[in-house]
């Protein structure tokens, strides 16, 4: 059964760089069939794409974020990884990774998340 | 960007009622690129329907989706108590991907 599990730090300071992994476990990340996906949700509040890779390395981003984001891919390891720099408040989070399907174009499975607080 | 507009922003319903979420686009889409998600308190979202309207695996066929070009519908027949939540409705039939913001199903 394919899981997702997101790891990295709770608590990042403003203007530094919040990094996030995602391990996927149960498939294997090089499939043609799938994206890979982050999103993320203040506490409170709705839904907001941040951006997907394929396993080729090949990504898309969200504009409203585009100059701050990295995602990139280790097909060895299965996992891919997040990267936003210039963190603030407004960056305060749950963040998501979840796998998108190329055809349909839905997310399924999510990882259970993981909340990132920007804080001195 | 399409935006997705979702309402009512909360439905107030007694268990066993039947519950009409609506999702609209500010531009046509293709029905195949719009998904609904149900998303309970401390839990990540999880697939409802795909497509439009094919039922994601393990879902109760009191969930159906249905539309096309800029209004789209899901409907649980007879709400049970597991399905007080919030939905979501979420396009990528054109860049960038975007969801709409929520509707609360609430117990009355």
């Known amino acids: 059964q394919l899981q997702l599990q997101e790891s990295g730090p709770g608590l990042v300071k403003p203007s530094e760089t919040l990094s996030l992994t995602c391990t996927v476990s149960g498939d294997s990340i090089s499939s043609n069939n799938h994206y890979w996906a982050w999103i993320r949700q203040p506490p409170g509040s709705g839904l907001e794409w941040i951006g997907i890779?394929?396993?080729?390395?090949?990504?898309s981003y969200n504009p409203s974020l585009k100059s701050r984001v990295t995602i990139s891919v280790d097909t060895s390891k299965n996992q891919f990884s997040l990267r936003l720099t210039s963190v603030t408040a407004a960056d305060t989070a749950f963040y998501y990774c979840a796998r998108l399907n190329l055809l349909e174009r839905q997310f399924d499975p999510w990882g259970q998340g993981t909340l990132v607080t920007v804080s001195s | 960007e399409i935006v997705l507009t979702q309402s009512p922003g909360t439905l107030s319903l007694s268990p066993g009622e039947r519950a009409t979420l609506s999702c609209r686009a500010s531009?046509?889409?293709?029905?195949?690129?719009l998904a609904w998600y149900q998303q309970k308190p401390g839990q990540a979202p999880r697939l409802l329907i795909f497509g439009a309207s094919s039922r994601a695996t393990g879902i109760p066929d009191r969930f159906s989706g249905s539309g096309s070009g800029t209004d789209f519908t899901l409907t649980i027949s007879r709400l049970e108590p597991e399905d007080f939540a919030v939905y979501y409705c979420q396009q990528y039939g054109s860049a960038p991907l975007t969801f709409g913001g929520g509707a609360k199903v609430e117990i009355k």
């Open positions: 890779v394929y396993y080729s390395g090949s990504t």
């Open positions: 531009q046509s889409l293709s029905t195949r690129h």
